[in-house]
């Protein structure tokens, strides 16, 4: 919800190729740091958690065996972007 008032799927598509390769947790500092625009940081951790797996649904990333927690972000590293 928060992220689909700015963003189309296309833009994260397009961002996500820069973190191909990389921990998932490098992609979710960024984003709790500087997402939502008019909320910087204020949505919970699991509003964040939820928001990398809508990215990762929209963008065609393949589902992972277990649900991404804080806890395992680091281990998972975002892969191609289809």
Known sequence: ???GNCHEP???RERLTRFSGKPVGELFEV???SMPADNIGGLLTSEYLDALAY???ITGSPAGSEELTS???DGIDVGPVQ
């Open 1 to 3: 919800k928060s992220c």
């Open 10 to 12: 296309d833009f994260y």
């Open 31 to 33: 984003i709790s740091t």
């Open 55 to 57: 990215i990762f649904s």
């Open 71 to 73: 806890e395992n972000m």
